[in-house]
């Protein structure tokens, strides 16, 4: 502007000094000096004009930013982070909680025993948290073609407070909810396969979770299948601690093979004490669970082994597997009142196959065998060794909802303990039972979705397998309302309570809606 301003003087100084001049010039001459100035004034404004108009130029470009100075999310539909260099994280979690209603089903009254189940026996409605968790997992990249791999995930008590478990039925020193409470690890992944040490689901569990469409829910095979003794903890479906393990490399295409070993870790030459750095027995439960003596007698072992191999036709429509796991020297001296005998290995092994016969139906199948290898004069009370199978069926009603369907049976085992309305131990019991379950399930879209089921145990008259175990916050199971057993030296008598009481033979129902959400 003030560019202008001068050359508005400029023109008015030059128009004066033409007026004073000579009166003798030439006319002519005036007038053409005069257009010149008024030309080379107008050419300045122009580009004044234009400058003003052009935007402004931006500064040179710096060198350009190191790599891993700054942290990115990296494309894709997981929440993972890079920063742009040797390192990868990524956070993931699966939140499921469900309203149920559920019933027992046991006999008002047993004339076999005489008496009365304690409590509330009948429907019960309840606000479950199902399989619930958050972690993060991530790499350190060693090289072109090593990662350091590591995993820290804790399970999360949504609608209950977390804290150890002490039900009239379960007790548990473990904290569930606590930082790293589920497969944690830290390994190494190399182009022979990846190993890693720390905690996670065996290699048996992980075999067949995919054949299970109703993980979580009330229908869950964990139920029948693994589940060696019908109740809370299912055997050789769990998370084994203090672990070692390998899986093979990605390069073997359709081939899958994974190893693990968990040594004890016990100073018990019975296992009967929890193992070193733990706070609860091997196998599930606190010493002295269900009213019994302070030991980890009721399934504590020592070393557990584990391997599953898996197969995938090229089409990826048929998937095949074979698993086998062993626990050594499995404690239950609790079940014959300190019986040395009674401490023996505990195995398993199944075989299954998932078939998809169509783009919107899929086949799953699986057979087990559990058994127990303990002396011929113990198989009398024998309730851990039988076999069992699992058929289920998913069938896509359009892009976002499906319906399921599965059955699981348990055929009888040799022997069986006395339960409180079978008072006496013998051998071939009608221990057997069936799982029937329901459910149908509607994506609201890729994380968000919604559930509803139903599922039905029905056991035989020695039988008490029960509903919803393995993962779900709350289990329907045998037993009643009768108070855990306690003792308080200070008061007469020092025992009060009978401690919980199991019924067999109970027609276990639930229905189950629920939402969930996985990221």
């Known amino acids: 502007m003030k560019k202008l301003i001068a050359l508005v003087f400029a023109l008015v100084l030059g128009t004066t000094s033409v007026a004073l001049a000579d009166d003798a010039s030439d006319t ?20 004044l004009q234009a400058q003003q108009q052009r935007p402004p130029a931006r500064p040179a470009p710096g060198p350009p930013a190191e790599r891993g100075t700054y942290i990115q999310k990296k494309p894709g539909d997981a929440l993972t982070f890079t920063n742009g260099g040797s390192d990868e994280v990524t956070l993931y979690g699966n939140l499921d909680l469900s309203i149920d209603h559920t019933t027992k089903g046991l006999q008002k009254f047993y004339p076999s025993s005489g ?69 944690s690890f830290l390994g190494l992944s190399t182009p022979i396969g990846t190993f890693r040490v720390g905690k996670t689901d065996a290699p048996y569990k992980n075999s067949t979770q995919r054949m299970n469409p109703f993980s979580g829910e009330l229908g869950d095979y964990s139920v029948i299948m693994g589940n060696s003794g019908g109740d809370n903890r299912v055997e050789f479906g769990t998370r084994l601690d203090h672990a070692i393990w390998y899986d093979s490399p990605a390069s073997w295409g359709p081939v899958t093979l994974s190893l693990l070993v968990a040594p004890g870790q ?90 998809q016969v169509s783009k919107g139906t899929t086949l799953n199948a ?29 069938q896509n009603l359009d892009r976002n909802s499906n319906v399921n369907f599965g059955w699981a049976h348990a055929n009888a085992s040799p022997g069986d303990l006395p339960q409180h309305n079978t008072p006496a131990a013998g051998a071939n019991p009608d221990n057997s039972a069936n799982l029937y379950t329901i459910a149908y399930k509607h994506n609201l879209d890729r994380h968000f979705s919604w559930y509803v089921d139903w599922a039905l145990t029905l056991n035989h008259p020695d039988a008490h397998y029960d509903l919803g175990a393995g993962g779900r916050g709350l289990t329907t199971d045998c037993h009643d309302g009768s108070p855990i057993t306690g003792f308080d030296p200070t008061v007469t008598p020092p025992v009060s309570g009978v401690g919980p009481r199991c019924y067999t033979g109970g027609r276990l129902q639930g229905f189950s809606s629920g939402l969930k959400f996985q990221f």
């Open 28 to 47: 002519k001459a005036q007038i053409q000096a005069l257009q010149a100035q008024l030309d080379a004034v107008k050419a300045q404004l122009d580009r």
């Open 115 to 183: 008496d009365t189940p304690i409590g509330n026996t009948s429907y019960q409605s309840a606000v479950s948290t199902n399989l619930s968790y958050i972690g993060v997992r991530g790499l350190h990249k060693l090289g072109k073609k090593s990662n350091v791999v590591y995993q820290l995930e804790t399970q999360l008590d949504i609608s209950s407070t977390a804290g150890t478990v002490y039900t009239n039925s379960n007790n548990d020193n473990v904290v569930k909810g606590a930082l790293t409470s589920r497969n």
């Open 266 to 355: 016990n100073r018990s030459s019975d296992n009967g004490i929890t193992a070193s750095g733990e706070v609860g027995c091997a196998g599930g439960n606190a010493p002295g669970s269900g009213a019994g003596a302070p030991l980890c007698n009721d399934g504590s072992f020592s070393s557990a082994y584990s391997i599953a191999g898996t197969w995938t036709n090229p089409n990826k429509r048929f998937y095949w597997t074979g698993a086998y796991e062993i626990h050594k020297s499995v404690n239950r001296m609790g079940d014959l009142a300190g019986d040395p005998r009674d401490i023996g290995d505990e195995q398993a092994w199944k075989t299954g196959f998932q078939w």
């Open 366 to 394: 699986i057979y087990e065998e559990l058994q127990r290898n303990i002396p011929v004069a113990l198989q009398f009370q024998n309730e851990r060794q039988r076999s069992g199978y699992w058929f289920a069926l998913t």
